[in-house]
Structures are given as C-alpha cells and as structure tokens.
C-alpha cells in the first residue's frame, strides 16, 4: 500500500501535512478560518475601527499563516461593502528598500544602509508600492497593477479639485522612474487639473519683452520720435528683466524642493531632475506644502493623509500594512541585531496608532526577547501596551490537534464527512497521547512534520493493507521530534 492508498482510505483527497510554508500551502487556504490561531480576533481587530498589533512567534508558529488569513478575512470583508473598505498592503520586501537605499547613499556595505533604516524609509517603500498602482489605474495602464480598486478613476475624476491634487502630489513624489515626470503631465491632464510653477511662462514673456524691447530699439535708430521709442523699449527691457527674474526665482524653489526630495525620499531611486520635472506641473506653493523633502515624520504623516483622503474618494477607509519575514532578507539572514535595525523604526506609537492605518508586525521570537531588555524610553515611545501585543504565539497540544482536524477536512474529498486525527492510528493511540505529543512540536510547522513523518514511517514498515498507524510507530517518531526539537 503507497501513501495515496492510506490517505484514501481515510477519505483523504492529498496529503494536509506535506507543506511546511504557509505561502505555498494550497490546505491552509482550503481550511479557511478553521485553522485560525485562537489569537487571531486580537490581532486582526475591527476592519471599521483600524488597530495595530504586534505579536511575536518562533519560526513555524504562524505568522505567515496569519497574514495569508487577515488578507482573506480582508477580502471577505471588502466584498461585504459599498464603503469603508480596507485596502491590504503586505509590507515584507525589504531586500529592494535596503538595495536601493545602498545605492541612494552609495554604500558598497548593505549591512551599513540596515542600520540607518528610519521610520520615513518605511513609510517611503510602503507609499512606494501603493502609488504607482493607482496611478497605473487613473492612466488605464493595463500591463501591470495588481491592485486593483474599483471605478476608481470614475471616482477620482469626480472628487473635489483638493483631492485630485493631493493625488498628483502622491504621484510626483511616490512614482516610479525613468517616466515619472511624464506621467506627472498625463495624471495632470487626466484629473482635469490646472496650474504650473509658472517657470514656462515667465521665460516666454522674458524672451518675447526682451525682442520687442530690441526691435524698438534697432527702430529708434531709424525712426522718429527717438526719445519715445528708446523708453518704450527700456519699459519692455524692464519687463523682460522682471520676467527673467521671476523665472529664476521659480527655478530655484523648484530646485530647492527637488533636491530636497531627492535626499530625503531614498526608497524611489529618483533623480532630483526627474523631481524637478515634475514640480513645475503644479503651483509652486501647493508643491513646497508638506512634501517629503527630508528624513523627517512629519512630512510622510501628512503624505499618508493625502493618501488616505484620496482613498476614502474611492470608498477605502482605511490601509492595513501587514508587516512579515523581517528575517529573510539577504542582509539580515536571521540575525538578530539586523533584524532589530529594520524593525525597531517601525515601533513608533505615534506611527501604529496613526488614524487610518492598521499596522500588523508579525516578529521573530527574538525580537520579543530583545524588546522586554530595552531602557524605559523606548517603551514610551512605543507604548506596547497600547498595540494589541501578542507576546508569545503559542499552541497548545489541544490547539494544534484542532488544527490537524481542520487540515484533514480541508484535505478530504467528503469535508463534511472528514475523520478526526485519532483515526489514523491504533485505538491504543488515542486523542490524549496525540495532544501529547502536539504540545510538545509547539507549533503548526513542527506538528504537521511529525505528523508527515508518522505517515512516511508507516509506509516504510507496516504490513500491507494495515489501516491505521500503530503505537510503535507513534512512539518511534514522537522521540526522533523529541531529540530534534532539543538539538534545535
């Protein structure tokens, strides 16, 4: 008998204990809510009142099940509305945001560019990854944009002239090169939006005085009365002068901003150039206005409420920023003190409880044990005890047993009909020595691995035709998880 033939027999369409990440878990997805952590209402809170949390996990305790599962209860819920909806960003590509800040600062040292992660980084990567999506949208670019928000240039062209500026705004600092500039005009055009710096008609008036004033000029040599063509043109000189002069000054300010947002915004990879372009499509007052033109909180909070006002045109409400695998990147590989670099700016209380932002951070264990050893005002300044912190995510062995039976429903051809874990073994076996056993893998990864190799170890030896997994087998599997759990 194969393991097809086992699992058939037990009503089983596929194996629910083969996968060991949850991304690529087809059952996880299938089980829906039945394999929820019993925590998950706290981290997941009221989609209508947006609530950070933080919870910490050892590896294989669920963490990336858990965004997988608040992104579908997200989607359940949007389908759900007409209005205040949420719109999911995963925030966990941090491999791009510390690249390209090495090359924006052009450290040869990535481990370097890590450590000077600020908060405004974050929220640059984050804005970053929504911007030129919705801009992909208001364009009818087709090829790309993933996300996806309803009629919402239906519904942005029909927004105040407020709301659509502070769209053109998001875009000319947030979007994505080489044709950033350009598509700042066709944003512009498409939101029916008037106004520029101002810098183009200055130089043409500059340079359409300046010929007058020379024509008059060469005119009075020839032609009489002199006195009233020489001070004509002197008048036109005078204005072509004013005109020169205000073209410069706009091109200063504009410069100004640009390189401004060019050394601040270190996420986007810009040229101030490219930045430059940009501002002088819209009224050079409206543009030095709260744009992100340094490394400071301030500006990326007043960018975030101009995303949010422009969302809230489309029926979002508010943006849940699902923050995971903080150990992966190549720079970080698992080390704790890496790890810290690129988490601690994010745990910012003015930051997670910001209005309209529901910010989940699911950590690494080590980072929790880090954080309890930090000095008083760092915990002021996160106040933990206001973001739904989940110190320890942890399972109990009636917990994951729980879990088993929901992965068995989800892998059965009959769910309705689904066996229970216990009657994959012997009646010796039973439900308390496997609870037993669960509690001691501690989480989802280390159970379904037990379970796995429970099943590989009965194909490997049992009789054929043999139905259930004996307690020999049990047991022999239950020491080698033992003694691999306390090598780990």
């Not at 690494?364 to 008083?376: M, N, Q």
């Not at 609870?435 to 989802?444: S, V, Y």
């Amino acid at each position: 008998m194969n393991l097809s033939e086992f699992l058939g027999r037990h009503g089983l369409a596929s194996n629910p204990f083969a996968a060991e990440e949850a991304a690529q878990d087809p059952v996880l997805t299938q089980s829906g809510d039945s394999c929820r952590h019993p925590d998950f209402g706290k981290i997941f809170g009221e989609p209508t009142h947006p609530s950070p949390a933080v919870v910490f996990g050892e590896r294989g305790a669920g963490k990336t099940a858990l965004r997988l599962q608040m992104e579908a209860a997200y989607r359940a819920y949007n389908n759900q509305q007409s209005e205040n909806r949420v719109l999911v960003i995963g925030h966990d590509n941090f491999d791009a945001m510390i690249g390209r800040i090495a090359r924006h600062e052009r450290m040869k040292n990535q481990s370097a560019a890590l450590e000077s992660i600020t908060l405004s980084d974050h929220v640059d990567i984050v804005l970053h990854s929504i911007v030129p999506q919705l801009v992909d949208q208001l364009l009818g670019v087709s090829d790309r944009a993933p996300l996806q928000i309803s009629n919402f240039r239906k519904a942005l062209r029909k927004a105040p002239a407020l709301v659509r500026r502070e769209m053109l705004l998001l875009q000319m600092a947030y979007d994505h090169t080489p044709i950033a500039a350009k598509r700042s005009w066709q944003l512009k055009s498409a939101l029916g939006l008037g106004g520029s710096s101002g810098s183009k008609a200055a130089a043409n008036w500059a340079m359409v005085l300046a010929v007058f004033a020379l024509v008059l000029a060469g005119m009075s040599l020839v032609q009489e009365p002199k006195r009233a063509l020489l001070a004509f043109a002197a008048v036109l000189a005078a204005g072509s002068f004013a005109m020169g002069w205000s073209w410069l000054r706009c091109q200063t300010r504009v410069g100004i901003i640009a390189r401004g947002m060019h050394r601040g915004i270190r996420c986007v990879n810009r040229s101030a150039a490219s930045f430059r372009e940009s501002l002088h499509h819209i009224e050079i007052n409206i543009g030095s206005a709260s744009m992100p033109t340094d490394r400071g909180d301030d500006s990326r909070f007043a960018m975030f409420d101009r995303l949010l006002a422009v969302l809230r045109a489309a029926d979002y409400g508010s943006i849940a920023i699902l923050v995971d695998r903080v150990d992966e990147p190549t720079t970080v590989a698992g080390d704790v003190d890496h790890m810290r670099s690129l988490v601690w700016p994010l745990l910012s209380s003015r930051f997670l409880q910001h209005r309209g932002l529901a910010v989940k951070l699911l950590l690494p264990a080590e980072l929790g044990d880090l954080f309890s050893r930090e000095d008083g005002a760092f915990f002021r300044a996160a106040r933990l005890d206001k973001q739904n912190a989940v110190e320890r995510l942890q399972w109990s062995g009636s917990m994951l047993s729980k879990m088993c039976d929901a992965r068995i429903r989800a892998a059965s051809s009959r769910p309705n009909s689904a066996v229970p874990i216990e009657s994959m073994f012997d009646a010796n076996v039973g439900r308390a020595k496997i609870e037993e056993a669960l509690a001691g893998c501690g989480n989802p990864r280390e159970a379904c691995r037990m379970v796995y190799a429970m099943l590989q170890e009965h194909m490997a030896h049992a009789e054929a035709g043999a139905k259930t997994i004996s307690n020999a087998t049990f047991e022999l599997v239950r020491q080698r998880s033992q003694v691999r759990g306390i090598k780990r």
